[in-house]
């Protein structure tokens, strides 16, 4: 199986007949995409049924949260379970976005992690350093313990199914991106931890991508590198063929 995958996430943007535009537009690109990659497009929770009957079947509808618990007194959440039973059967956890605004913490990815195992919706697991992390030399110490706390007292097979997105803080939204040998180092060192995780077996099937202010300028050289296995896409993923051109940087 192939490890490749281009996900957008479209957080808060676009109006419902916006949404409708663009996917009209991805889906009558998504007969050229590379069979052996998996696209993925995260709108906002308020379209994500009505885009996932309307996109082509190699286009996958990502959820960008979900809460812990199955159902209950939540008012304004959105569990896995009725993700599922909508078949919205991806979701992002943990974005540097819900960590800053929304009090995420690893405790509280690691609980929506099981959640999302439990039900079978993929959860593609977002770690990254702040850029003064980086500055100081701690980025290896902060991707491995948010690594460790999200995927915590999780079986080798379960985070098997999980998908790992390396997004710096630093080059998020900001036009700075990592230079590519920056992200194979970090994506390196995660792949091993994982192996000490799980198994070297499974680590070798577990997608990990490459998340901030990835562009069809640079996505080429990023995903060229061994344990890039593509990106997590915010920016650019809003515009049609900007992500058509990311899709087919392969
Ligand atoms: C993101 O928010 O996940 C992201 C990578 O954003 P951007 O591509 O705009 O930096």
């Known amino acids: 199986m192939s490890r490749k995958i281009v996900a957008g996430n479209w957080k808060m943007n676009k109006s419902i007949a916006e ?34 009957v309307n996109v082509e079947d190699n286009l996958h509808v990502a959820a960008q949260n979900c809460h812990a618990e199955k159902s209950g007194a939540y008012t304004g959440e959105v569990s896995a379970a009725q993700l599922k039973s909508s078949e919205i059967n991806f979701c992002i956890l943990g974005h540097s976005e ?28 977002c770690i990254g350093e702040l850029l003064e992390e980086r500055e100081t030399g ?21 985070i098997e199914k999980c998908i790992v997105a390396y997004e ?25 931890k994982l192996a000490e995780l799980s198994s070297q077996e499974a680590a070798d099937k577990i997608s990990i991508l490459y998340g901030g202010s ?10 060229s590198k061994p344990d890039v296995d593509g990106g997590l ?18």
């Open 19 to 52: 949404t409708h535009a663009l996917v009209q537009e991805l889906n009558e690109m998504a007969r050229a995409w590379p069979s052996d990659v998996k696209v993925i497009i995260s709108p906002p929770m308020l379209y994500l049924t009505q885009v996932a």
């Open 98 to 125: 819900r960590r800053q605004y929304f009090g995420e913490t690893d405790a509280s990815v690691n609980a929506k992690v099981k959640s999302c195992l439990a039900e079978g919706v993929t959860p593609i697991v």
């Open 138 to 158: 701690k980025e290896f110490t902060i991707v491995e313990a948010q690594l460790r706390g999200g995927l915590k007292g999780l079986s080798s097979a379960e």
């Open 168 to 192: 710096p803080v630093w080059a998020i939204g900001t036009g700075k991106t990592a230079s590519s040998d920056q992200a194979q180092e970090i994506h390196a060192f995660i792949r091993t």
């Open 214 to 223: 990835c562009k069809p300028a640079n996505s080429k050289e990023i995903f």
């Open 233 to 250: 896409i915010g920016g650019a993923s809003l515009n049609a063929s900007d992500f058509n051109a990311l899709i087919n940087s392969y």
